[in-house]
């Protein structure tokens, strides 16, 4: 079975400091990760993706993520906080391949102080 | 060009009756799942569609949940019966099948939030 684990409910940073979400996930195989964004009544947003290319990930809004097998770890990071980065975040696992269901985290709760 | 389109936005209903909601997937997506999310619970998938096969429905909470896809297209969930605990937004996704370039990645939609009171 896979999982994934966010270590932070919540977390909060002023403006233009760096961002960084914790995860840590559990895969019986090879795993495809992936970071989604969730703001206030608004849909789910792709911030970015691994699927066992480069193991540094860039994704939307200046964030990125780093694969670390070794420390089964994908934490999503940002040099510098903005203001609209407040949002819910969710760390996701799924298959290495094909259209297999997601797995999410509880998600955590980014607050941006001015 | 649009993406994953849902209906009802927003569903008040009373304990015991049923109620569909209804997802569109981008146009070319063969892939279709439903998703809930509620406060105890986070984001927890419910049922799969891929094409002709069967539907995976290993993360139906209960017989009261079905959910059909005509045509290979829209797709509605049908909860009979509905219980207070059945309160949450529920979200569809769709994504490209097997053999794509991008595989994996799923758009969603906006949600139904659903109240039952």
């Known amino acids: 079975a896979q999982s994934v684990t966010q270590l932070d409910s919540h977390v909060s940073v002023s403006e233009g400091t760096p961002v960084l979400l914790r995860c840590n996930y559990s895969s019986s195989y090879s795993p495809s990760l992936f970071w989604y964004v969730q703001h206030p009544n608004k849909g789910l947003q792709l911030l970015l993706k691994?699927?066992?290319?480069?193991?540094l990930v860039k994704g939307i809004n200046g964030f990125e993520a780093e694969f670390k097998k070794s420390e089964t770890s994908f934490h999503l990071t940002k040099p510098s906080a903005h203001m609209s980065d407040a949002a819910e975040y969710f760390c996701?696992?799924?298959?290495?391949?094909?259209?297999?269901?997601?797995?999410f985290g509880k998600g955590t709760r980014l607050s941006v102080i001015a | 060009g649009a993406g994953v389109s849902q209906s009802p936005s927003n569903k008040v209903t009373e304990k015991g009756k049923d109620v569909e909601l209804r997802c569109d997937p981008i146009?070319?997506?063969?892939?279709l799942y439903w998703y809930r999310q509620s406060l105890g619970q986070g984001l927890e998938f419910l049922i799969y569609?891929?094409?002709?096969?069967?539907?995976?429905k290993s993360g139906l909470p209960s017989d009261r949940f079905s959910a059909e896809r005509t045509g290979g297209s829209v797709s509605t969930l049908t909860i009979q019966r509905t219980q207070q605990e059945d309160s949450a937004v529920y979200l569809c996704a769709s994504s490209l099948g097997w053999g794509a370039r991008t595989y994996n990645e799923q758009f969603f939609g906006p949600g139904t939030r659903l109240t039952v009171l």
């Open positions: 569609f891929q094409g002709n096969s069967a539907p995976d």
């Open positions: 996701v696992v799924s298959g290495s391949r094909g259209n297999t269901p997601l797995v």
């Open positions: 146009s070319g997506h063969t892939a």
């Open positions: 691994y699927t066992s290319a480069a193991t």
